[in-house]
């Protein structure tokens, strides 16, 4: 199992461009996150989904939007990146917490240069 | 909301000494409270977690100890090894989601 997985690994754009981060899971868990991490700030929530088809607004979503048609993947859309967007993104994914599994696992992060 | 604040921000020890970080939340609703480590580049990873309905947790060298009324839980990593050196997230459960620390960096000195 390759757990969760990010692409690219990094990315270096240029101010108004548009990107998409792409996050892949293959333990069959519902529920899925995007937080981006800024030196000293710990991990923010951007948005996250509670199953296919669902996404919802976390503490810091503007700019941002996703989509969850697959359950197993989960994008993260820039529209027109500003320098404020450098950071680290992480995804996670995990069971659902009505299920008490609420153990969250993280991918490999990607690191995002907006000049 | 919920907010969780996390103390020390940094934390220097020495080889085989116990460290201690702390976080508070605000909500009392909060109900599960995971501790991450991340290593220098690396992805969190959980490394501990408590329930409400628990006081205490241990794992070998790691335990968390919780104390509702007072709406606080702490790390203690005793016989603490260069291995530990990371920064560590504390996390407070909310609705669906958690609310992250803002991290403990820890450096276990040889």
């Known amino acids: 199992n390759a757990g969760v997985t990010q692409t690219p690994k990094f990315r270096v754009l240029k101010t108004g461009q548009s990107m998409t981060l792409l996050c892949a899971q293959d333990m069959n868990h519902e529920y899925m996150y995007w937080y981006r991490q800024d030196p000293g700030m710990g991990l923010r929530l951007i948005h996250y989904s509670v199953g296919e088809g669902t996404t919802a607004k976390g503490e810091v979503p503007d700019g941002y939007n996703v989509s969850r048609l697959k359950k197993q993947n989960f994008l993260l859309g820039l529209e027109s990146a500003a320098p404020s967007q450098t950071s680290v993104y992480f995804c996670?994914?995990?069971?659902?917490?009505?299920?008490?599994?609420?153990?969250?696992?993280f991918g490999p992060g990607t690191r995002l240069l907006v000049l | 909301g919920e907010n969780v604040e996390q103390h020390p921000s940094t934390l220097s020890v020495q080889e085989g000494d116990s460290a201690v970080i702390k976080c508070t939340y605000s909500d009392s609703a909060s109900n599960y409270f995971p501790w991450y480590k991340q290593e220098l580049g690396k992805r969190p990873q959980l490394i501990i977690d408590i329930r409400s309905n628990v006081g205490e947790k241990k794992d070998q060298r790691i335990a968390v100890t919780l104390n509702k009324t007072a709406k606080h839980f702490s790390l203690h990593i005793t016989e603490t090894q260069p291995e530990d050196s990371a920064v560590y997230f504390c996390a407070a459960s909310y609705g669906q989601n958690f609310v992250f620390g803002p991290g403990t960096r820890l450096s276990v000195l040889p």
């Open positions: 996670a994914s995990s069971y659902s917490r009505l299920a008490g599994l609420e153990t969250q696992y």
